[in-house]
């Protein structure tokens, strides 16, 4: 248990951190949510070139965040070692309905690069909750798995809450303006203990390199985003100004406005002077816009292997092998999303199961929903040959049918095993039955 004064010390480093953080965090957010920089447009142009600036985002990085996500979708957890450990660790999963609040853990791991879910004694089952790296901050010391400290910023009644986590204790503190160019200054307010044999939040990241810095997928595609928009608006602009035929009069002024409005609308001009000479400009051509925009997503698709029909929205004569190819990229980083991804939930799990007096075994894996694009009939017709000619069990290839879930696992066990015993009494009945009298 930490000191007041010492946790008001540490406190403050960690809102520090928090500080530092919140602008890198920010920048991110707002590409994810289409909300980036306008393009530079000068200070004396016409209102409606500033309302072209405003129309010209086209957000990309949504999809470079979205499509990855729904594609990763956790059904179950699978143990050999503790079936029943992980029926009731799955139980708590189910009740704190991490079938929907999963996504958005998803998402903010991919769009930020860093997510937290928090885990916490609770009745009947412990409270799973995700948490944005713009909610929690962590410092890590020699045990790179659990935090050493945790701050978790609490929106309360007349101001922010901050919480500090340790290992054993939550520190409360209140925030409190300091002077004129002075940081927040936390004031303590109590203590109490959480319960968790650890400091309860679990870190999920994307892309961590060996010095544990995670890498959010937005990142590389801003610069192509930032293309984008200036060639939209551009775009934009050259269509407003130039896109349509614009005639002219040589010769010939108008004696008033409304004079030279009528004749831009009449479909026919007749003029008495024989040297009044009547023409009109061509059009801006926009092709060139049109391809340089389909070059910037496609190129958006390489950096972030989002396949380009999910960028462009394209699919036209795609046969189910062309587009198993069009998705290797996608797979792949799908695969290792997953892979660093589920280790977390691994992680989140265990703790909820010792919250419950269970412990969950190391060789635990969750599974994961096949989303791949393949037919239900191909994927049935190669499971089928997997059971008949490698002798795998049935039950192992159901786990690998597109859309089934661990419910839907342990419903097919379970009748199968009342047909089972059906058969075995069916066959007891046939044996103790009375011969028929010759």
């Not at 984008?228 to 050259?238: E, I, P, Q, R, S």
């Not at 589920?342 to 989140?348: A, I, L, P, R, V």
């Not at 703790?351 to 007096?357: A, E, I, W, Y």
């Amino acid at each position: 248990m930490l000191k007041p004064d010492e946790a008001v010390e540490i406190c403050q480093e960690l809102l520090a951190m928090r500080r530092a953080d919140s602008e890198p965090l920010e920048l991110l957010r707002s590409y994810w949510l289409g909300t980036q920089d306008l393009p530079v447009v000068p200070t004396a142009v016409p209102s409606e070139v500033k309302r072209m600036a405003e129309m010209s985002r086209i957000n990309v990085c949504s999809l470079v965040v979205n499509v990855p996500a729904q594609a990763m979708t956790v059904v179950g957890i699978r143990d050999e070692s503790t079936p029943d450990v992980a029926d009731a660790v799955w139980e708590a999963w189910q009740a704190n309905k991490m079938d929907a609040h999963q996504a958005p853990v998803h998402r903010s791991v991919l769009g930020y690069g860093t997510s937290y879910v928090r885990v916490l004694p609770g009745r009947p089952y412990p409270v799973m909750r995700g948490r944005s790296p713009r909610q929690v901050t962590t410092a890590y010391g020699s045990d790179p798995d659990w935090p050493e400290y945790a701050l978790e910023c609490v929106d309360a009644r007349g101001g922010r809450i901050f919480e500090l986590y340790d290992r054993t204790h939550i520190y409360r503190f209140a925030e409190e303006k300091g002077e004129i160019g002075q940081s927040t200054v936390p004031k303590y307010l109590s203590e109490v203990e959480h319960g968790a044999p650890e400091c309860p939040f679990v870190r999920y990241t994307n892309l961590e390199d060996l010095e544990h810095t995670p890498h959010s997928e937005i990142t590389p595609v801003i610069p192509l985003q930032d293309q984008l928009d200036l060639t939209t608006f551009n775009m934009l602009v050259a269509q407003h100004y130039g896109a349509f035929r614009q005639r002219y009069v040589i010769g010939w002024l108008a004696e008033s406005e409304s004079q030279a409005m009528q004749a831009a609308a009449s479909r026919m001009q007749s003029f008495e002077d024989p040297d009044v000479k009547v023409g009109e400009f061509g059009q801006t051509d926009l092709s060139g816009y049109l391809d340089s925009r389909k070059a910037t997503i496609e190129h958006m698709g390489v950096v972030s292997q989002v396949p380009p029909h999910n960028l462009i929205g394209q699919m036209v004569n795609l046969s189910a092998e062309a587009l198993v190819a069009a998705e290797v990229g996608s797979n792949r980083k799908k695969d290792d999303r997953e892979t660093s991804v589920g280790e977390s939930h691994e992680q989140s799990l265990w703790l909820t199961g010792k919250l419950m007096g269970l412990t969950l075994s190391r060789s635990a894996q969750v599974r994961w929903k096949e989303t791949e694009a393949r037919s239900l009939a191909q994927t049935v017709d190669a499971l089928g040959k997997m059971v008949q000619m490698l002798g795998v069990p049935a039950e192992a290839a159901w786990e690998r049918i597109p859309g089934v879930t661990q419910q839907d696992v342990d419903a097919w066990k379970a009748l199968r095993a009342n047909d089972a015993i059906n058969d075995l009494f069916a066959g007891l009945d046939r044996q103790t039955a009375p011969v028929p009298a010759a």
